[in-house]
């Protein structure tokens, strides 16, 4: 996973911090505007029905450390058997239970933007309040299980690649259209502003620095710029990414005409150059660089490209 971050593991042994050969073993992520929307047709408080779902997910992974343990260190020899893993040195007949202590299953977060429109109609770039209420619950609640259940949780902003679509399809599903939560083809990933904000680099990173750090399983803060070629800006951009303690992401899409062989970016549907449409583009999507067109052909998800449309400060 791109934005996976590890939670701290100390060798019972040493007591040393560990990262070298550690893994994940996945992402469950939460549909917070449909949580939300939940509590409110059936009157109850948003946190108990929020609880609901962490304690969940939290028996989901409980299953799941147990259902891996149980395989043996020889479906995957380099890993467990040969010293890929921390502590894979198993014999061939071991269960791998023993290395997962060092394992970490995380609680995916999507659509924070969302869930304060539902609860006060203001983007997250205009109030924050609510949904860093939120994250404080969910972390405290993580951190909780952690000690109980002796595994590592981790809290995680999900990339959300085709996910996006998924959730407010589920949501329009049972609660319709509603302006700015589901008026669009996908929900805004984890912790950051919404795609379309007119907002500088700068005021990005300040707006989205604190939820950033309540999701210390996994996050990436981006900037969408569109002169790539200012590499003093760029590096004042990342520089200051750095000193706030961002994962920092500097995005711009690439162009290049294959009529003309004409470069640039943000060229639409059309070269500037040549009036042609057989394009290839490519984007950062979910941390991930890829081309959303080829030859003028869509290759993400409608979801995604519809994302991609909206983008100005990503």
């Not at 800006?233 to 706030?244: A, P, T």
């Amino acid at each position: 996973m791109c934005r996976a971050f590890l939670s701290n593991y100390r060798d019972e042994e040493t007591g040393e911090l560990v990262f070298t050969g550690r893994f994940n073993i996945g992402a469950i992520s939460l549909n917070l505007p449909m949580i939300f929307m939940k509590a409110k047709e059936e009157n109850r408080d948003f946190y108990e029905v929020l609880d609901y779902y962490l304690q969940m997910i939290r028996k989901l992974w409980i299953n799941r450390y147990e259902y891996v343990g149980k395989a043996k260190a020889s479906s995957n020899p380099l890993m467990f058997c040969e010293g890929g893993a921390y502590g894979g040195n198993l014999n061939p007949d071991d269960c791998i239970k023993p290395l997962l202590k060092s394992a970490t299953a995380s609680f995916g977060i999507t659509a924070l933007n969302e869930l304060q429109v539902l609860y006060n109609g203001k983007r997250l770039y205009e109030d924050r309040c609510f949904v860093n209420e939120v994250m404080n619950f969910i972390n405290n609640k993580v951190e909780e299980f952690k000690k109980a259940d002796g595994w590592l949780y981790a809290i995680y902003n999900s990339p959300a690649e085709s996910l996006c679509g998924t959730q407010v399809k589920q949501f329009r599903a049972k609660y319709g259209i509603i302006r700015g939560v589901s008026d669009r083809d996908y929900f805004t990933n984890s912790n950051h502003m919404w795609v379309g904000e007119h907002i500088n680099p700068f005021e990005k990173q300040d707006a989205e620095i604190e939820l950033f750090n309540k999701s210390a399983g996994g996050h990436i803060g981006y900037v969408r710029i569109t002169n790539p070629e200012n590499f003093e800006g760029l590096k004042k951009i990342v520089s200051r990414g750095i000193e706030l303690g961002f994962y920092q992401g500097v995005n711009f899409n690439a162009c290049f005409c294959e009529d003309c062989g004409h470069t640039g970016n943000d060229f639409g549907d059309t070269c500037p150059n040549c009036g042609g449409t057989n394009i290839d583009e490519q984007n950062r999507t979910c941390g991930y660089l890829g081309f959303s067109r080829k030859r003028g052909d869509r290759t993400f998800n409608d979801a995604k490209m519809a994302e991609i449309k909206d983008r100005v400060s990503m």
